[in-house]
């Protein structure tokens, strides 16, 4: 832009001088000879003007030259640093795509440390769920020792009666013993005595003989002893969820095998026992119960949904050690039908 500016003025100056120079040139020549000595002062004038030009064109061009250099200069400068910017802009480019793959790598990682979380989080409720469940089961097996250690209290007690039974027992057999010893003596003295002694003799034997049988029965073994129970439930529920269906309303519990508060039986003997449950659904909801021993299912029962308040009953022989436990467990379903007088029971007897 410069270099045309300069040349631009550079026309104009040379312009003003030929206009000058014709100007000279085109004066008329005078009859005294005077038309000479114009012309040779307009020819060093003009001579002049042409070296002014010159030199003026002459100093342009120096500047124009070294402007053009300037711009080219200023051009390779400027090319250079286009190619810096243009290798800067590169690596930015690389760099912006370096970040971008790391701010990828970034959001898996936090995707992953999620994943992560959410299952730590799962693993942490199956464990309280766990400990929620242990803890129940503690209480059960507390409710448990509990019911024994009264059950031993209650045996304890039969023991010390039966021993101040025998004591008694005795005691009355030594009086016996003496009284005949007294009888045989008088009959000795007398025989009509001896006569009436005889009668009293076979009533005192036929006594004692009574006597040594019930002590017999009040020393027989345990095994005599009845066992047997049935229990219920009196309020319905549609939304039960457990595992034991604990059956609190007691009928019969005889030999305090049935815990009510636990829902399990413990054998208190060695034996064979028959065991049943009957079930009924909740209006038309499915309910499937099974008679587990000590953690292994027997049986099931099955109440259906075809129609309201369905019937699902079984019945189970078991060969029981002394301290096996049997109860019923939910297999599926959530509601069960309960009335004042029982629908829902279970029950268990010793053959």
Same mark, same amino acid.
């Given at each position: 832009?410069?270099?045309?500016?300069?040349?631009?003025?550079?026309?104009?100056?040379?312009?003003?001088?030929?206009? +000058?120079?014709?100007?000279?040139?085109?004066?008329?020549?005078?009859?005294?000879?005077?038309?000479?000595?114009?012309?040779?002062?307009?020819?060093?004038?003009?001579?002049?003007?042409?070296?002014?030009?010159?030199?003026?064109?002459?100093?342009?061009?120096?500047?124009?030259?070294?402007?053009?250099?300037?711009?080219?200069?200023?051009?390779?400068?400027?090319?250079?640093?286009?190619?810096?910017?243009?290798?800067?802009?590169?690596?930015?480019?690389?760099?912006?795509?370096?970040?971008?793959?790391?701010?990828?790598?970034?959001?898996?990682?936090?995707?992953?440390?999620?994943?992560?979380?959410?299952?730590?989080?799962?693993?942490?409720?199956?464990?309280?769920?766990?400990?929620?469940?242990?803890?129940?089961?503690?209480?059960?097996?507390?409710?448990?020792?509990?019911?024994?250690?009264?059950?031993?209290?209650?045996?304890?007690?039969?023991?010390?009666?039966?021993?101040?039974?025998? %004591?008694?027992?005795?005691?009355?057999?030594?009086?016996?013993?003496?009284?005949?010893?007294?009888?045989?003596?008088?009959?000795?003295?007398?025989?009509?005595?001896?006569?009436?002694?005889?009668?009293?003799?076979?009533?005192?034997?036929?006594?004692?003989?009574?006597?040594?049988?019930?002590?017999?029965?009040?020393?027989?073994?345990?095994?005599?002893?009845?066992?047997?129970?049935?229990?219920?439930?009196?309020?319905?529920? %549609?939304?039960?969820?457990?595992?034991?269906?604990?059956?609190?309303?007691?009928?019969?519990?005889?030999?305090?095998?049935?815990? +009510? +508060?636990?829902?399990?039986?413990?054998?208190?003997?060695?034996?064979?026992?028959?065991?049943?449950?009957?079930?009924?659904?909740?209006?038309?909801?499915?309910?499937?119960?099974?008679?587990?021993?000590?953690?292994?299912?027997?049986? %099931?029962?099955?109440?259906?949904?075809?129609?309201?308040?369905?019937?699902?009953?079984?019945?189970?022989?078991?060969?029981?050690?002394?301290?096996?436990?049997?109860?019923? %467990?939910?297999?599926?379903?959530?509601?069960?039908?309960?009335?004042?007088?029982?629908?829902?029971?279970?029950?268990?007897?010793?053959?």
């Amino acid at each position: 832009m410069l270099s045309y500016l300069f040349l631009g003025i550079l026309f104009a100056a040379r312009t003003n001088s030929l206009s +000058s120079v014709t100007d000279d040139k085109a004066k008329p020549t005078g009859p005294d000879g005077q038309t000479t000595t114009c012309r040779c002062r307009s020819e060093n004038a003009q001579s002049d003007i042409l070296r002014q030009l010159l030199n003026q064109e002459t100093l342009i061009r120096m500047a124009l030259d070294k402007k053009v250099s300037d711009l080219v200069n200023d051009m390779a400068e400027m090319k250079k640093y286009v190619q810096k910017s243009t290798k800067q802009l590169q690596n930015s480019k690389r760099e912006i795509e370096t970040n971008k793959q790391q701010l990828q790598d970034a959001k898996r990682e936090i995707e992953t440390n999620k994943q992560q979380l959410l299952a730590a989080k799962r693993e942490i409720e199956t464990n309280n769920q766990q400990l929620q469940d242990a803890k129940r089961e503690i209480k059960t097996n507390n409710n448990q020792l509990q019911d024994a250690m009264a059950e031993i209290v209650s045996l304890r007690n039969e023991v010390l009666l039966l021993r101040n039974q025998n %004591r008694k027992m005795g005691q009355l057999s030594d009086g016996i013993n003496t009284s005949i010893n007294v009888v045989k003596a008088e009959v000795n003295q007398s025989q009509k005595a001896q006569l009436e002694l005889s009668s009293a003799i076979s009533s005192v034997v036929s006594s004692l003989e009574v006597i040594r049988q019930n002590m017999s029965l009040l020393n027989g073994p345990a095994k005599d002893t009845p066992v047997g129970f049935t229990a219920g439930i009196t309020s319905a529920s %549609r939304t039960w969820e457990g595992d034991i269906l604990v059956f609190p309303h007691v009928i019969t519990n005889k030999g305090q095998g049935y815990s +009510s +508060s636990s829902g399990k039986f413990t054998a208190p003997r060695d034996g064979t026992y028959v065991f049943t449950v009957t079930a009924v659904s909740y209006d038309s909801d499915w309910l499937t119960l099974e008679i587990v021993h000590d953690h292994v299912s027997k049986v %099931r029962t099955l109440s259906d949904n075809s129609a309201s308040r369905q019937t699902g009953t079984n019945l189970v022989v078991l060969e029981l050690d002394r301290g096996d436990a049997v109860w019923v %467990r939910r297999y599926s379903g959530q509601g069960y039908s309960g009335s004042s007088a029982p629908m829902t029971t279970f029950s268990g007897f010793i053959l």
